[in-house]
């Protein structure tokens, strides 16, 4: 199986390996380019995305050290991914740490340190052509926190707001029950005044009858005698005073009596009947 040939190297003006100018200057360590993306697709329509080519299209993009350790290999003719020379060499190196071909590309961007020694700067990944810089765990945890502030903040906004609209209703039914009480509660005076008048005008015709007479004797002429009380039947015994004077006493002490009504307590609006 015929391996696939290396893409030739880009030899027009402005490449720093090829016409003499000096090496760009990468992003400073800690660089956020997570907001944007490179893809090529003319490269794309000439060359096949594998593992053997990837790297050569990682290079194109804002994302590559010409620093790296991988770059001194490609001057030297060597494949940039070869694992037996990057492990004799110390500094800043790429390393192709997953593959799904042709969609999936994950490539880690690390410093080595020795042949067992190595430690993980940044992420990058080649998704159907376009290259992304991953995010930090560190960011991915502080915007999914953030979110969620947001969300329970905004529940929390929305519970206050409910909560407030139903004790204004409360409020509401409370003093409207309190004024419809105190409107049961007023007194008629036209009532009053319509007793008055039949009381004085009952005292005025008891004062036509004898008016030397006293008031209580002229209101009594007016009403009937009462009827004489009734007889008691044959063979009835009244009860003699002391039994008499202790039977109410004995009653109530049989009969438990209620508790006095307690005017807030029993008797306050929340104990009254609603209509």
């Known amino acids: 199986m015929a391996s696939t040939p290396m893409v030739p190297p880009n030899t027009a003006p402005g490449n720093p390996n090829f016409d003499g100018s000096p090496l760009a200057a990468p992003p400073p360590p800690g660089t ?24 050569d299209y990682f290079a194109l993009s804002p ?17 940039p991914l070869d694992i037996s020379h990057l ?24 410093k080595r340190d020795g042949p ?8 990058y990944y080649i998704l159907d052509g376009s290259i992304y810089q991953a995010p930090q765990l560190c960011n991915v945890f502080a915007a999914r926190i953030g979110r ?20 204004y209703v409360d409020a509401e039914n409370e003093n409207a029950a309190l004024e419809s009480k105190a409107g049961k509660e007023t007194i008629d005076f036209k ?9 004085a005008s009952l005292q005025r015709k008891g004062s036509a009858t004898d008016p030397n007479a006293e008031p209580s004797i002229q209101v009594s002429k007016l009403l009937p005698p009462a009827p004489p009380p009734p007889q ?13 004077e202790k039977g109410p006493e004995t009653q109530q002490a049989a009969e438990p009596q209620l508790p006095p009504l307690d005017p807030i307590i029993d008797q306050g609006p929340s104990k009254r009947m609603k209509i």
């Open 32 to 55: 956020d380019m997570t907001g944007i993306c490179f893809r090529d697709q003319l490269w794309l329509n000439t060359y096949p995305l594998d593992r053997n080519l990837v790297f």
């Open 87 to 110: 492990l004799k060499m110390t500094g800043i190196e790429y390393m192709l740490n997953e593959v799904m071909e042709p969609h999936l590309f994950v490539i880690r961007k690390q």
């Open 148 to 167: 969620a502030l947001y969300h329970i903040s905004k529940a929390f906004t929305t519970a206050a707001s409910k909560l407030e609209k139903i004790g």
């Open 191 to 199: 009532e009053v005044k319509r007793v008055d008048h039949i009381l």
């Open 232 to 244: 008691f039947p044959e063979g009835y015994a009244p009860p003699t005073t002391a039994e008499g």
């Open 63 to 79: 994302f590559y050290d010409f620093t790296c350790n991988n770059e001194q290999l490609r001057l030297r003719s060597i494949h």
């Open 116 to 123: 067992e020694k190595v430690t993980p700067i940044l992420t």
